[in-house]
Each structure stands twice: as structure tokens, then as C-alpha cells.
């Protein structure tokens, strides 16, 4: 188990990577605002915008996440720095657990943007408890981050990556964003049947599944390739 030491390191030199290109990020961020923006102005009655706010909400995540998972090698790939990463004195498992952990904190601090923006563009009632909000995006977070590293990395030195990823993913991560828009929906209209730890519950499943099995298929690809 000494890969656990080298995760924080793998963490440490990802963020930093974002930090560098911190234009990346804020790409994430108007390319959410953008779809939300749109969704709004669509919809015919704004009544109802209330009504789909945590729908808007994931969806704008899993778009955000393709275009974030899609970069995540992409730097290494483009500064010929791919084969030395492989090469590097690290466990592959710390070099998915590293990048899949920065890539979940790259979607919470895009979560943690638009949230707000929701709540003007959308006026959804948080009769729910704030806490599971957040206990929400981070499961959810998560879950996407998880199997998105994991076919990033099968995908990275495709041709039409970029279009090859999102085919990949979307279907392993559809339960992930149906329950986590339908927790945060309950959230917003008043959780009167206690649903949302249900719902949290399978997000927890299907994060403890992913976490547990993608970096062994990582080492795998790691391995062979």
C-alpha cells in the first residue's frame, strides 16, 4: 500500500497543471453557463424552470466533465511527456487515483460555480437541507471523475478522442447523473418521503464500484500498453 503515499504528489502535480492553465477551468465554467443560459431562455413557461433546475444542473456538469476528463492527458500527450509518465517511479495505481482525485476537485469547483447561478437563473425553493447539497456534488463528482479518467486514458491516443470520449462515457455514468438530478430535484421541491439518502446511497455504490475497479483496469492498460 506505499501507492498511497505517492497520491498526494500525483494530486499535488495536476493541480498545479490547472493552475498553470487556468484558462481551462474558466472554459469549463462559461461552457456551463453557456448550456444553462440556453435551457432558460428555451423553456416557453418559466414556471417550470424551478421544476427541471437539478436536471439543468447535472447536465451541465456531465458536458463540463467531457471537456475536463478530455484534457486530463491531453497535456502529456501534446508535451511528448506520456511515455515518461508511464515511466515515472510511481504505482500506476497513485497516477489514476492522483488524476482521478484532481479531476473530481476540478468539477466541484465548477459545481461550486454554477450552483449559484442556478439558483438565479432557475429560483428553485432549497427546502432541502443545504449539507446534502453538497454531499450530493461530491458523490456525484465522483462518480463521474471516477470511470472518466479511466476511459480518458483509453481514449487519449485515439483519433476523434474528443468525440470517442463522450460515446464511451455517457452510458457508464447515465445512473450517476438520473440519481443525482433527482436528489438534487427532491432537494430543491422538499424531500417528504426521505428519498434523497436513497438516492445518495446508490451514488455511494456506484462511487465505491468505480473507485475500486477503474484503477485496477488502469494498471492493466498501463501494463500492456
Do not use: C
Not at 459545481?111 to 456534488?137: F, T
Not at 481514449?155 to 457508464?172: D, E, N, Y
Amino acid at each position: 500500500m506505499s501507492w498511497l503515499w505517492q497520491v498526494p504528489a500525483v494530486v499535488a502535480k495536476e493541480l498545479l497543471v490547472e493552475w498553470r492553465e487556468r484558462s481551462r477551468v474558466s472554459g469549463l465554467f462559461f461552457y456551463s453557463f453557456a448550456l444553462l443560459l440556453m435551457v432558460a431562455f428555451a423553456m416557453p413557461n418559466t414556471k417550470m424552470l424551478a421544476d427541471i433546475a437539478g436536471g439543468a444542473l447535472w447536465l451541465g456538469l456531465l458536458l463540463a466533465s467531457t471537456r475536463s476528463l478530455d484534457q486530463s492527458f491531453k497535456v502529456e500527450l501534446e508535451n511528448g511527456a506520456l511515455e515518461g509518465l508511464v515511466l515515472w517511479p510511481v504505482d500506476p495505481l497513485a497516477l489514476y487515483y492522483g488524476k482521478a482525485i484532481a479531476n473530481t476537485l476540478v468539477l466541484l469547483l465548477v459545481a461550486a460555480a454554477i450552483v449559484p447561478l442556478v439558483i438565479v437563473l432557475y429560483h428553485p425553493e432549497i427546502k432541502g437541507d443545504p449539507w446534502q447539497l453538497v454531499g450530493i456534488l461530491v458523490l456525484g463528482s465522483a462518480a463521474l471523475a471516477a470511470p472518466g479518467t479511466l476511459v480518458a486514458a483509453l481514449t487519449v491516443q485515439a483519433r476523434g478522442s474528443s468525440a470517442l470520449l463522450p460515446m464511451l462515457l455517457f452510458p457508464l455514468v447515465v445512473p450517476v447523473v438520473l440519481a443525482s438530478a433527482r436528489a438534487t430535484m427532491l432537494l430543491f421541491d422538499g424531500d417528504l418521503m426521505g428519498q434523497v439518502d436513497d438516492w445518495m446511497m446508490l451514488l455511494l455504490a456506484f462511487d465505491l464500484v468505480h473507485w475500486s475497479l477503474d484503477g485496477l483496469l488502469f494498471t492493466r492498460i498501463v501494463d500492456e500498453g
